[in-house]
Nanobody, 124 residues
Framework: VQLQAFGGGSVQPGGSLRLSCQASGFTLDDYDIGWFRQAPGKGREGVACISGGDGSTAYSDSVKGRFTISRDNAKNTVYLQMDGLKPEDTAKYHC??????????????????WGEGTQVTVSS
């Protein structure tokens, strides 16, 4: 089982990026999938999660209204659309499979599987 996050980069404040999380070895739509971020010297922050059952979503207050998590089951991919980016969104973003549940993931971003993250840098 492997997860890989793609799509990071450098953008100016107010810009957008779309991150992708691809899996190998299992089917993403069977599981809850979350994204967390970690900036240098800071702890992990759960930012978004989508359930494997009904597709319900959860977001941290810091990104609600700006980030959107979605899944494309045909591509076995989960996306994180990030709009209205701010300098404080700068971090390395990781996707995680099989958290205890999505609400818990936002508070404590842990899960059974995660891989290398992708760096997002927001600066002018």
């Amino acid at each position: 089982v492997q997860l890989q996050a793609f799509g990071g980069g450098s953008v100016q404040p107010g810009g957008s990026l779309r991150l992708s999380c691809q899996a190998s070895g299992f089917t993403l739509d069977d599981y809850d999938i979350g994204w967390f971020r970690q900036a240098p010297g800071k702890g992990r922050e759960g930012v978004a999660c989508i359930s494997g059952g009904d597709g319900s979503t959860a977001y941290s207050d810091s990104v609600k209204g700006r980030f959107t998590i979605s899944r494309d089951n045909a591509k076995n991919t989960v996306y994180l659309q990030m709009d209205g980016l701010k300098p404080e969104d700068t971090a390395k973003y990781h996707c995680v499979a099989q958290p205890p549940n999505c609400r818990a993931f936002i508070l404590v971003p842990v899960g059974n599987y995660w891989g290398e993250g992708t760096q997002v840098t927001v600066s002018s």
